[in-house]
């Protein structure tokens, strides 16, 4: 059997509203204004928040549904948010790291 | 606080503030100041430990829900709390980040605040899902240890009582605020069902009124009790089509609250076509139990996930077997080696791994098959060409 149609198509999110998002506020609140990202090296992926629930895993979907750019905004202000905990003082990568393009 | 556990790709970071967990690459890892990852050169091929471990404290709770996954009763297995402090022990040994604490109702637990504790000495995060109830004022504060407490909530009124079994809706809205006025990180996990479907939307409204600051979504799952009349409770292909669209218009409604979808709910997301690489990026996935996750039960028994009645043996020897006992290998690489059509050519399986198996168990007798609810499947098995949901304007569309 077929399934039903689908529901009506939802309405965007107002742009406005990105400003607002719990999980994009909470890392800019985290990060100076300024902090410049890591000069070398990549943030891969960015689990955000805790878990409490018990069962099962869960993934924070609502900045997913901003746009491209709050997602791009997401990865970049965890690279700054990991500059400002860096250990030791900046511009200063431990003699035995890799260069910057290194796998 | 920063932890930082060195991974193939090159390391997890764990901050608190604001919580995350984030893959760095080895150069980044460098730059970060810390020592070469260990696995560059001799790949695991898999997480060195899990991230989250979801530890059953008890397995006694007074409400009986005809759903629960866990089967509690009031008489229900509880450990004590020298076996809870030796597994936190060793948790912490193994390299894992986070606690997720469940029951049964875990505030039965006489020991559960100190468990907690020793998991913060530890190192480790530990989290908390309740129903709420006994969630006292003065327990409330106690709650400051966890990084966050999620209470059941499955809809107001009638469909609270249709889902649980009894009037529970206004304890646990009364025990979120509590939490919120305790300061508590604080939010809601909603079971979907069909009973709870329709109420999604004014029950979030309620636990934003509350102070909540996340509902998390869970599929329901026939384990324990619930997979008595499964498919008379789980959502049907419609619903599930209709998931992604819903969760866009909730999260236009309340965008200063987080919205989140456990791992089951994945393949439901993906029936509306998201970019496979951003949900990566942004830790979006689904199955991945004997990887991100493991669990233990309230006897002991180390399992892949909390819905899993099969355990792979005492939690003590979690770590030991973590990269060699064969049903963890499995279970952690059915979707890479085994996953048959149509998930063998799904451009999300790296991130569904195939649904929820705890799904194909009841459906297909089978935990080591295509998710029989996926619309994707579905339409497979119907032999029909899948027509994606449409989001409407999915932002991130290809």
Known sequence: MAPTPDPPASPAPPAAALEQDHVLAALRAAVPDGTPPPPQGRVLAVKLGYNPNSSSVGSVVSVLFWSATAAAAALNLTAALLAKHRAGPPDAPPADAPPPDAP | MMRVRPEDFGAIVALDDPPALIHVDHALLAWLGHAPSPYADAPLGHLSAPTEVHLMVTNRCPAACPGCYTGATPDGDEPSEAALLDTVDRLADQGVFHLALGGGESLLHPALFRVAARARAR?????????????????????????????????????????????????????????????????VNYVLSQATWAGLEATTAEVAAAGGQQIELLRYKPAGRGRDGYTDRALTEAQARALTPRLIALAAAHPSLEIKIDCSLVPFLCAADPTPALLSQLGVYGCEAANALASVDARGQATPCSFVDVPIGDAATLGAQWATHPTLQRWRHYARDEAPAPCSGCAYRAVCKGGCKVVSRQIDGDWFAPDPECPRVLAHRRGEAYVPVSPGAWPVSP
Request: net charge positive.
């Open chain 2, 123 to 187: 190192g480790l995060v530990p989290n908390l899902t309740t129903s709420g109830l006994g969630l006292t004022p003065a327990l409330a504060e106690a709650c400051r240890v966890f990084g966050q407490v999620n209470v059941s909530l499955d809809g107001l009124d009638a469909a609270y009582r249709a889902s649980r079994g009894y009037d529970g809706a206004d304890t646990a809205l009364r025990a979120l605020r509590r939490l919120h006025a305790a300061g508590v990180p604080c939010g």
